[in-house]
């Protein structure tokens, strides 16, 4: 199959990348789906982090390399032996695929699949290989998912499917930012009744978790972040106060649960700051390789601390998207207001720069 795609062709090309277009919209040609795959007409992908990260060199990856992790669509064709999914079903796609019988499978979401986080660093599906290619030559699929095309094979472990009530845009977002955010406090540190919550950056992944505190109704919600308007929509979407991070360190305001999603050393150490004796910091934001943050081993022993890791909300995708999606049927989890902006495939260069910049929540490409 013939198909339209945003290849990143270098990792870290200097910005700002709306001049040095480190990615290129082309043509590439799609392999049929193999056993326990699916092909599905992409309807909406969410611009990540995870997609800069690779963009600015701090995740390297191999190249070229068709990006987009956090996506929805329609299935468009079965690979042989798929008897789970049917065409014309919606799906979610998310990135981090489970195989169900490795040791990090058996730990119910805490730790990451080992198959699975193998194939997404060579650039490969599950099953083995790529599906992607441009005038013969191979092109590396992005955490599973490529979904900055018209098309993508994808393994169905991959991908969960959702009512066909539920729009490409929210569907899209549940795959990643909500999954990551809300699987912080649904499954990594859930709140206990009356507890405060507090959230260290705003982008989609920190909204995401915002929302969660909010929809499980449990003690204050507390946003954190430099960015003014992010701040304000913070408030809107129902939390109690939202602070500079200057003013968080100024007031010693602490929380039971603190998330840490900017994916930086300095926000780790403003969110451990805040956590109450006896309180969880959960880290689900990824800096650098080489960022380092300074903790106190007597502060964790003395106030009896605990300090959680949690990779895509210490998620099971096939069990938490339903639950998600189904907080969003109900009103409860208004996604759609995480959208900062709709955009095209020719604009994914200039969307990398307002990520970078801090002036996004989630933008997503329409196709």
């Given at each position: 199959?013939?198909?339209?795609?945003?290849?990143?062709?270098?990792?870290?090309?200097?910005?700002?990348?709306?001049?040095?277009?480190?990615?290129?919209?082309?043509?590439?040609?799609?392999?049929?789906?193999?056993?326990?795959?699916?092909?599905?007409?992409?309807?909406?992908?969410?611009?990540?982090?995870?997609?800069?990260?690779?963009?600015d060199?701090?995740?390297?990856?191999p190249?070229?390399?068709?990006?987009?992790?956090?996506?929805?669509?329609?299935?468009?064709?079965?690979?042989?032996?798929?008897?789970?999914?049917?065409?014309?079903?919606r799906?979610?796609?998310?990135?981090?695929?489970?195989?169900?019988?490795?040791?990090?499978?058996?730990?119910?979401?805490?730790?990451?699949?080992?198959?699975?986080?193998?194939?997404?660093?060579?650039?490969?599906?599950?099953?083995?290989?790529?599906?992607?290619?441009?005038?013969?030559?191979?092109?590396?699929?992005?955490?599973?998912?490529?979904?900055?095309?018209?098309?993508?094979?994808?393994?169905?472990?991959?991908?969960?499917?959702?009512?066909d009530?539920?729009?490409?845009?929210?569907?899209?977002?549940?795959?990643?930012?909500?999954?990551?955010?809300?699987?912080?406090?649904?499954?990594?540190?859930?709140?206990?009744?009356?507890?405060?919550?507090?959230v260290?950056?705003?982008?989609?992944?920190?909204?995401?978790?915002?929302?969660?505190?909010?929809?499980?109704?449990?003690?204050?919600?507390?946003?954190?972040?430099?960015?003014?308007?992010?701040?304000?929509?913070?408030?809107?979407?129902g939390?109690?106060?939202?602070?500079?991070?200057?003013?968080?360190?100024?007031?010693?305001?602490?929380?039971?649960?603190?998330?840490?999603?900017?994916?930086?050393?300095?926000?780790?150490?403003?969110?451990?700051?805040?956590?109450?004796?006896?309180?969880?910091?959960?880290?689900?934001?990824?800096?650098?390789?080489?960022?380092?943050?300074?903790?106190?081993p007597?502060?964790?022993?003395?106030?009896?601390r605990?300090?959680?890791?949690?990779?895509l909300?210490?998620?099971?995708?096939?069990?938490?998207?339903?639950v998600?999606?189904?907080?969003?049927?109900?009103?409860r989890?208004?996604?759609?207001?995480?959208?900062?902006?709709?955009?095209?495939?020719?604009?994914?260069?200039?969307?990398?720069?307002?990520?970078?910049?801090?002036?996004?929540?989630?933008?997503?490409?329409?196709?």
């Amino acid at each position: 199959m013939r198909i339209t795609g945003a290849v990143l062709e270098e990792v870290g090309r200097p910005g700002p990348w709306a001049d040095t277009r480190p990615v290129t919209v082309c043509g590439l040609d799609l392999a049929d789906p193999g056993p326990g795959e699916v092909v599905v007409a992409v309807e909406a992908a969410g611009v990540c982090h995870s997609d800069l990260s690779v963009v600015d060199g701090n995740r390297p990856r191999p190249v070229p390399m068709l990006l987009g992790h956090e996506a929805a669509g329609r299935v468009v064709a079965l690979g042989a032996g798929t008897t789970d999914l049917t065409v014309g079903q919606r799906v979610v796609m998310t990135f981090l695929p489970r195989c169900g019988q490795c040791a990090g499978c058996a730990t119910g979401g805490r730790v990451p699949c080992a198959p699975g986080s193998a194939s997404n660093a060579a650039g490969e599906l599950l099953g083995g290989g790529r599906r992607l290619s441009r005038d013969g030559a191979p092109v590396h699929h992005h955490l599973g998912v490529s979904g900055f095309a018209t098309h993508a094979v994808v393994d169905t472990r991959s991908v969960v499917a959702v009512p066909d009530d539920v729009p490409p845009e929210v569907a899209a977002v549940l795959g990643c930012a909500v999954l990551t955010g809300g699987g912080a406090l649904l499954n990594a540190a859930p709140p206990a009744p009356g507890e405060s919550v507090m959230v260290v950056g705003l982008g989609g992944v920190g909204m995401a978790a915002l929302l969660t505190a909010v929809a499980l109704g449990t003690g204050p919600v507390v946003a954190v972040d430099g960015v003014a308007a992010k701040r304000e929509l913070a408030l809107e979407l129902g939390a109690a106060q939202a602070l500079d991070p200057a003013e968080l360190a100024g007031r010693g305001l602490r929380a039971e649960v603190v998330v840490e999603a900017a994916g930086s050393a300095r926000a780790f150490e403003a969110a451990l700051a805040a956590t109450s004796p006896g309180g969880r910091t959960v880290t689900v934001g990824l800096p650098h390789p080489d960022a380092r943050a300074s903790i106190s081993p007597l502060l964790l022993v003395a106030e009896a601390r605990t300090v959680i890791g949690s990779y895509l909300g210490s998620a099971v995708p096939s069990r938490d998207i339903p639950v998600l999606a189904q907080w969003w049927r109900e009103g409860r989890l208004p996604v759609e207001a995480l959208v900062s902006s709709r955009i095209a495939l020719d604009d994914l260069n200039h969307a990398m720069d307002e990520l970078a910049a801090g002036r996004a929540v989630r933008q997503v490409v329409v196709l």
